[in-house]
């Protein structure tokens, strides 16, 4: 049994068999922990400016369960599992399976071809989900400043309103003004009504610093 085999093979099947066939689930131990090596170190290199505690939650959605299954999905991988007989029909579908699955063939990359060909294989799917994470990492933090210090200073948080979605349906521009509890508001602009929003607690944070 070769370790490519081993990592598409579900514990099901392996309960199943007459045979002694290992599961998946060694590989994915390792793979685990290989995943968040290379987001760690992705992560680290790419942003210098954000702190431990902001890299950590970052790090943490780039291996979550979503991202997996998206890259498992994209790869089609699922079809190659082997289930048990009664595991087949729910196993496809689960998320748990699909980001163990990502997890366990990382595994078997590693100990049959080393880490940099596990770099090779999951570098450029971890890279496509990286700006999306920046983005909500960036709207989480310029949205949050701005809401302590609007507690802090009027016992209030700030006011979103959308002014505006105007364009093509897969070329919008939003528009959202921000106002502060003591009437200041400014706009920001974006793709999508969360980037507008960081665009204007961005603009009003910057204002208040000058």
Not at 81 to 88: I, S
Request: hydrophobic share 35%; aromatic share 8%; net charge neutral.
């Amino acid at each position: 049994m070769t370790l490519l085999d081993q990592a598409f093979t579900h514990r099901s099947f392996a309960n199943e068999t007459n045979f002694k066939i290992e599961d998946n689930e060694r590989l994915e131990f390792l793979g685990d922990s290989i995943l968040g090596f290379f987001a760690a170190s992705i992560l680290y290199k790419q942003f210098n400016n954000i702190k431990e505690g902001s890299l950590a939650k970052m790090k943490s959605k780039l291996v979550s369960g979503p991202v997996l299954e998206r890259i498992c999905k994209e790869l089609k991988l699922i079809e190659y599992v082997r289930f048990g007989k009664g595991e087949k029909e729910t196993g496809v579908s689960n998320v748990r399976v699909m980001e163990n699955l990502i997890e366990a063939l990382l595994g078997a990359i590693y100990l049959d071809q080393g880490l940099e060909t596990c770099n090779s294989f999951i570098f450029p799917h971890l890279k496509k989900n990286i700006r999306e994470l920046n983005e909500l990492e960036s709207v989480r933090d310029y949205k949050s400043q701005l809401q302590e210090l609007s507690q802090k200073k009027y016992k209030k948080v700030p006011l979103y309103i959308l002014e505006s979605s105007d364009g093509l349906d897969h070329d919008k521009i939003f528009v959202v003004r921000v106002e502060m509890p003591d009437g200041t508001s400014v706009i920001g602009q974006g793709k999508n009504k969360r980037s507008a929003e960081h665009a204007a607690a961005k603009k009003l944070m910057s204002s208040r610093m000058e």
